[in-house]
């Protein structure tokens, strides 16, 4: 994983945005996996259906617990 993506990673979890009980390469592996996925998607041609569940979803397993 590129070195800048987890230390952003580090900085938002520092920042309450992002979920600090997992660390930081595995919320980074996670959003690259997701990252890529679109990208295989997109470049066979299909389009992303629904993208604001999508992020909706991706915010859910990354962000901070919500009360």
Known sequence: L?????EHVREE????DLREDV????IAG???IVANGIAVQ???????RDVDTLVA???SAVGPPTT
């Open 2 to 6: 590129a070195p800048a993506l987890i």
């Open 13 to 16: 979890q520092a920042g309450g």
């Open 23 to 26: 660390p930081a390469e595995k």
């Open 30 to 32: 996670f959003v690259s």
């Open 42 to 48: 997109l470049g066979s041609g299909e389009p992303i």
């Open 57 to 59: 979803f991706v915010r």
